[in-house]
């Protein structure tokens, strides 16, 4: 075998002796990887298959699966008009919340890059919602707050502002769900904010130059600089917002009440599920979101590049 060159230190090993230590490295970076791969394998690929199964059965959790094939997915389609509802409200509470969640967290970050002094104490103090904005206590005390004669109906009954409880109206109900999710505008403004200190201030300088004024730098500057950053917050947010469940369920006591209005895809999707005990139905409309969802990022990730902005790339 023919000997590599030597140093000062001795005769470096041999290209066999290299090949021994990588093959050495390597079985020990996959023992490092077997705890995480066995988990992964055991706790969410092999569910993920057993319940796209459940989803051609009848199943109730007691007896076993009886094979049905497209049933379920008729059924869901055809005969359930709670599932058509879910689906409704879901997607207005996406439409309409996640779009105006992003534009409290872009406004906020963008006064938060134009302020030094506390602006670590600001930033922390919009962030600290979206740390238990999801919890079940703030779900209660949110529910409290919107309840009958609770804070916000009394503050509004001094305006003369007479609208009850939010909770229990079915006009209210919806837009203060979305509330509670625009309070929760904490983590994108972070990441807006993190945006926002990589755009070069050149950039707003050779625009004053030019005669733009605040709006149209904003058109011109700050949207396309950071798109890139916008489009992972639209991302995420979206998958986020198709997901809502325990702030819905807590509020709504599990019933979905009133008339449906806070009866999400998840929040229907559990007690079909675990309520009433129709597994393979639940199991089938978990993999009609996943499947919306996946449709949904596949089209954001193939419209990015009429939008979406990267450093270095050119047009």
């Known amino acids: 075998m023919r000997q590599l060159r030597r140093s000062e230190y001795g005769k470096v090993p041999t290209t066999e002796g290299k090949r021994s230590q990588n093959r050495r490295e390597t079985v020990a970076g996959y023992g490092f990887l077997l705890p995480w791969m066995l988990g992964f394998l055991g706790l969410t690929v092999g569910p993920m298959i057993f319940s796209l199964y459940l989803a051609f059965t009848k199943y109730n959790l007691f007896t076993a699966p009886e094979w049905i094939g497209l049933d379920n997915f008729v059924r869901m389609f055809t005969e359930d008009p709670q599932f058509m509802q879910s689906v409704?409200?879901?997607?207005?509470?996406?439409?309409?919340?996640?779009?105006?969640?992003?534009?409290?967290?872009?406004?906020?970050?963008?006064?938060?890059?134009?302020?030094n002094k506390g602006s670590g104490f600001f930033r922390s103090s919009f962030y600290a919602p979206s740390l238990i904005g999801a919890s079940v206590s703030v779900a209660i005390v949110w529910r409290a707050m919107f309840s009958t004669d609770g804070p916000v109906d009394s503050s509004l009954s001094l305006f003369g502002i007479e609208l009850g409880g939010w909770v229990g109206n079915v006009d209210l109900v919806i837009p203060m769900m979305i509330l509670l999710a625009v309070w929760q505008f904490g983590a994108p403004m972070v990441i807006f904010l993190a945006g926002l200190k990589q755009i070069p201030q050149e950039l707003y300088e050779a625009a004053e130059v030019d005669g733009a004024g605040p709006v149209r730098k904003f058109r011109s500057v700050t949207i396309?600089?950071?798109?890139?950053?916008?489009?992972?917050?639209?991302?995420?947010?979206?998958?986020n917002?198709?997901?809502?469940?325990?702030?819905?369920?807590?509020?709504?006591?599990?019933?979905?009440?009133?008339?449906?209005?806070?009866?999400?895809?998840?929040?229907?999707?559990?007690k079909r599920g675990f309520a009433d005990g129709q597994m393979g139905y639940a199991a089938a409309m978990a993999w009609v979101l996943v499947i919306v969802v996946a449709i949904i990022a596949f089209i954001l990730f193939k419209t990015q590049k009429s939008w979406v902005h990267y450093a270095g790339e050119n047009r």
């Open 88 to 115: 409704q409200i879901t997607l207005v509470y996406v439409l309409v919340g996640t779009p105006i969640k992003l534009a409290a967290a872009l406004a906020v970050a963008m006064l938060l890059n134009y302020r």
């Open 224 to 239: 396309p600089m950071l798109s890139s950053v916008i489009f992972f917050n639209l991302l995420l947010e979206t998958i």
């Open 241 to 270: 917002a198709f997901q809502v469940f325990a702030s819905a369920f807590i509020i709504s006591n599990g019933s979905g009440g009133p008339a449906g209005m806070t009866n999400f895809y998840t929040v229907y999707l559990y």
